[in-house]
């Protein structure tokens, strides 16, 4: 949705003044302030609220972490499972 916003803010624009604009919202200060508002809004939406959604997040983000984490070593048992197929051997 955010990002909806920002091409709409672009569509006029000329290619020239797009880096004018983007940097000030590439700034520590302009990232930190949003992440903090991003904050304040779920904390007031689940937090606030005593949903189970947070749980949820969690559950969901580590499992989807887990799995990221993993899979280059599993696509590296494939690739040798592969290689073994086809040169006959373990």
């Known amino acids: 949705m955010a990002m909806r916003g920002l091409f709409n803010e672009m569509k006029g624009m000329k290619v020239k003044d797009v880096p004018a604009h983007l940097k000030p919202k590439m700034s520590m200060g302009f990232l930190r302030s949003t992440f903090q508002n ?17 749980l949820y997040h ?33």
């Open 58 to 90: 969690v559950c969901f983000g580590g499992m989807v972490f887990s799995y990221l984490i993993a899979l280059p070593e599993e696509r590296r048992h494939l690739e040798h499972q592969q290689h073994a197929k086809e040169h006959g051997g373990h």
């Open 38 to 54: 991003w904050l304040d809004n779920y904390h007031k939406k689940y937090i606030m609220t005593n949903s189970i959604d947070p």
